[in-house]
């Protein structure tokens, strides 16, 4: 059971750059996450999907898109990559059913903007 | 919107308990998550309370009051390997927040 995959695990953009960094499950979870964490730092919500179609800031989604085509995927994109998005990026996945399931994450990409 | 406090590093002696303290202000409140952390990996599920009181498994006992706002994470015979970062995550309206994590250091 592969769980959350994310891809790649690493990698350095110039500035202005673009990317998309890649989500799938494969636990059929209604709910997504992308979350980046700071060095020392918790881990702040950039966007979050409840759904197939679905998708809604969290507290930080300036410089982020998503979209949520399929159950299985949610790609984060970085349209003009910046130092302050250097940073790593963890996506989670649960199933709100009753007796909420915890979230499961991705191994996370390590993103540097030079 | 949400706040989610925790102290931000506690230091305890192998096979000693020590107790990470969560307090949260947040609005469609639906339950409280505790992650164990270890450096350069990804966060692992400890714990999950919806209701008032006192859950165990094994060594780690997690708490919550909903009425204060509060929770907390108690590890007990603290091993080396107990070593990292501990994060409480409130669920509220769809979202699933976290707290700034509270590092633990396990010394012999």
């Known amino acids: 059971n592969a769980g959350v995959t994310q891809t790649p695990k690493f990698r350095i953009l110039k500035i202005g750059q673009s990317m998309t960094l890649q989500c799938t499950q494969d636990?059929?979870?209604?709910?997504m996450y992308w979350y980046r964490q700071d060095p020392g730092m918790g881990l702040k919500l950039i966007y979050y999907?409840?759904?197939?179609?679905?998708?809604d800031k969290g507290e930080v989604p300036n410089g982020y898109n998503v979209s949520r085509s399929t159950t299985e995927d949610f790609p984060l994109r970085l349209e003009l990559a910046a130092p302050s998005q250097t940073s790593v990026y963890f996506c989670?996945?649960?199933?709100?059913?009753?007796?909420?399931?915890?979230?499961?994450f991705g191994q996370g990409t390590r993103l540097t903007v030079v | 919107g949400q706040n989610i406090d925790q102290p931000t590093e506690m230091t305890a002696t192998e096979g000693a308990i020590v107790q990470i303290n969560c307090t949260y202000q947040?609005?469609?409140?639906?339950?409280l998550f505790w992650y164990q952390q270890h450096a350069g990996e990804a966060p692992t599920f400890l714990s999950y309370?919806?209701?008032?009181g006192l859950e165990e498994k094994g060594r780690f006992s997690s708490f919550l009051s909903r009425s204060k706002g509060y929770s907390y994470l108690l590890l007990k015979e603290l091993q080396m390997k107990d070593s990292a970062s501990y994060l409480c995550?409130?669920?509220?309206?769809?979202?699933?927040?976290f707290g700034a994590g509270t590092t633990v250091t396990v010394r012999a």
């Open positions: 989670a996945s649960s199933y709100p059913g009753e007796g909420h399931t915890e979230a499961f």
């Open positions: 636990m059929n979870h209604n709910y």
């Open positions: 999907s409840v759904g197939a179609g679905i998708t």
């Open positions: 947040t609005s469609g409140f639906n339950g």
């Open positions: 309370n919806v209701l008032d």
């Open positions: 995550a409130a669920f509220n309206d769809y979202k699933l927040s």
